[in-house]
């Protein structure tokens, strides 16, 4: 099978082959099912333990006043995150001293000012593990050895702990079998009791590139995974409407993860990068429907369901959120598999499924009539064996629209804060499709996720080839949105298939001229998809003027790139204030000039103010981690 991009974080990711040889059986085991089967769980291929998942729920070590301590050990042990696969891949954990050996390691909680005793002991055969994240100390333990470490908690924060027998000096370098060695610390403020209804939330990923020390293609292996499983086996997590829901995630893995939650927006409540911890109040807590994690990162957040459903929370870079190897035809391929379950065939890795209820004694959601109706064309060129099919959206206007008439991206869908639109999507390709409205608050069976969306058996279907599909809602809030497919993304997403949503406050009108959205995605354009702004490498300039103010509406829909902005005036850095992040107004008592640069995530949204002071050339220029550079010029006059 040939090779995939997996994600790019700060420098490219290695192309090549995904897990092979790997047998899917036919049941999928659902639920709290799941860790049942990890407490019978045979030893792994070379006769070690299995790793348990571990959901963070219970602390581990001993407490005694102010006095916390923790044993662990460092071991091999094998590791399912699928659970269903015929094999295990051999991987370096952690586990409490006695214990079983855990992914992500046992979790270390404790007070703000409680002194931690901390007992390491090295049971990798010929591995010196070098261990980070305990105080100020890092660890060397040859095999066989133990080290100790005390420090007192002195900051309150989510923290990473890990650890490395590969001399990698960060976790942005760690793909092998140590990238396993990683754990969560959580202390708390001083007298505050934590919280049970709190989730902690470890990412890890391993990659294993053919060239690894056992031979055998089982060992060629990328696995990602949400507190040691990967989905459809992941935790469900389950809410009334109404719950305040806090989670704290903790990126442990070597690659970037932009998450995105569906249907409501969440508070930013404090980021750290693994050692130190900042929190954010009043004004500072940023409201987004998606986050950018960079290696090494935390994040403390919270929300709210407001609506009763099925949702997702997963990474936004779509290798990440796909199963690779691609499973059998009689369940993976997206032309014949049965359309219901799309979401545990058609995706994998990282992603959370939530389920939200009405509480009895709650009066139903009431949706307005439609003031406005919309027809969406979903589009594809006809095939090419030569170029990259392109796909993505057309509007019906007065005459019909040509089925093969490609605009990428989609155009401009234009909605006002409070009125509801109803948007009929037809399908005129000869592939399933669905339609996601990222950043939406909407009724769960619109949000786009075949198979998923909705509640009980009225769930989202795939829009079939000739057939359409009708959603409505009522955007709550003015901002800047994106609609994209949320099937074959690998395909679909990267060749057009998106398209920028602005909602505006009532009364106002969108002026192009002024309102100016740059949306970074792929596109065909010639004979090749890319990374281009609006659909082209090379767009054309555009005029401005000076005293006048402008909306730059900046989006990343990419299928899996980091990517950064500057601003530039020759060498010049300029400055921007911000306005909007992901359809969220930023509070007015931040919104003040900055530097005109920013680093962001895919399924990101931003909106700056800019008003040009001086005539002549700028240029705003885009980074894209492991592609190169986009330009969009500005004549101002």
């Not at 994240?133 to 890990?162: H, K, M, N, V």
């Not at 509007?395 to 989609?410: C, F, K, V």
Request: proline share 8%; net charge negative; charged share 20%.
């Amino acid at each position: 099978m040939s090779g995939r991009k997996r994600g790019y974080g700060d420098a490219a990711c290695p192309v090549g082959p995904f897990v092979t040889k790997r047998r899917l059986r036919n049941a999928v085991v659902l639920g709290t099912c799941l860790f049942a089967l990890w407490s019978c769980a045979p030893a792994g291929d070379d006769g070690i333990a299995l790793a348990i998942p571990n959901d963070n729920r219970t602390p581990a070590g001993a407490r005694n006043g102010s006095l916390v301590r923790l044993d662990l050990e460092a071991r091999l042990a094998g590791w399912r995150p699928d659970l269903v696969v015929d094999s295990a891949v051999t991987v370096q954990v952690f586990a409490e001293a006695g214990g079983a050996p855990s992914i992500p390691g046992p979790l270390l909680r404790a007070p703000q000012g409680a002194e931690i005793h901390v007992m390491i002991r090295n049971r990798i055969p010929d591995s010196t593990l070098v261990v980070y994240g305990f105080g100020p100390d890092t660890l060397r333990i040859a095999p066989g050895s133990g080290a100790e470490t005390r420090f007192t908690a002195d900051r309150s924060g989510t923290f990473l702990y890990w650890g490395a027998t590969s001399g990698s000096a960060g976790t942005d370098a760690r793909t092998g079998r140590d990238a396993q060695l990683t754990g969560a610390i959580v202390i708390d403020p001083p007298g505050v009791e934590p919280d049970p209804r709190e989730r902690i939330f470890v990412m890890t990923v391993i990659d294993i590139l053919p060239d690894s020390t056992k031979p055998g293609p089982l060992e060629d292996i990328w696995e990602l995974a949400i507190n040691g499983l990967s989905w459809p086996h992941t935790e469900r997590m389950a809410y009334d409407v109404g719950d305040t829901v806090r989670w704290r995630w903790l990126n442990g893995s070597y690659l970037p993860h932009p998450m995105h939650l569906h249907g409501f927006h969440f508070r930013v409540l404090s980021k750290g990068d693994g050692r130190t911890d900042t929190r954010y109040t009043g004004d500072e807590a940023r409201t987004v429907v998606t986050e950018h994690m960079p290696s090494g990162t935390t994040m403390a957040m919270e929300w709210v369901p407001t609506r009763a459903g099925n949702w997702l929370f997963h990474c936004h870079m779509a290798p990440h959120i796909t199963p690779f190897p691609e499973r059998p035809d009689s369940v993976r391929a997206h032309d014949v598999h049965d359309v219901m379950q799309h979401a545990t065939t058609g995706m994998a890795g990282l992603v959370l499924g939530i389920i939200t209820t009405q509480v009895a004694t709650a009066q139903a959601e009431t949706r307005p009539p439609a003031a406005r109706h919309v027809r969406l064309f979903a589009q594809a060129a006809p095939f090419d064996s030569i170029r990259p099919r392109a796909h993505g959206y057309a509007i019906a206007r007065a005459a019909e629209t040509a089925p093969d008439a490609i605009l990428s991206p989609g155009p401009v869908l234009v909605l006002t804060r409070g009125e509801t639109t109803a948007i009929t999507v037809i399908n005129r390709t000869d592939e399933p499709t669905t339609v996601h409205w990222h950043g939406m608050e909407l009724e769960s069976v619109f949000d786009g996720v075949a198979g998923w969306s909705g509640a009980g058996s009225n769930t989202a279907p795939l829009i079939a080839p000739g057939d359409s599909f009708a959603v409505a809602f009522t955007p709550p809030r003015a901002g800047t949105f994106i609609y994209h497919t949320h099937m074959d993304e690998t395909a679909q997403l990267a060749t057009g298939m998106y398209g920028p949503m602005l909602v505006l406050e009532p009364g106002e009108s969108f002026d192009p001229a002024t309102d100016i959205v740059i949306m970074v995605g792929g596109a065909v354009d010639g004979d090749s998809a890319s990374a281009t702004i609006s659909g082209r490498r090379q767009p054309r300039p555009r005029t401005l003027r000076t005293g006048t103010t402008y909306r730059l509406r900046l989006v990343n829909i990419l299928t899996a790139e980091v990517i950064s902005f500057r601003l530039l005036a020759g060498n010049d850095t300029l400055t921007w204030t911000p306005v909007a992040k992901d359809g969220a107004a930023i509070h007015a008592t931040l919104q003040r000039a900055v530097p005109a640069t920013l680093r962001m995530g895919v399924g990101e949204t931003y909106d700056f103010a800019w008003t040009p002071r001086v005539a002549g050339d700028v240029e705003l220029v885009i980074d894209v981690t492991g592609v190169g550079q986009l330009r969009q010029a500005f004549a101002v006059r």
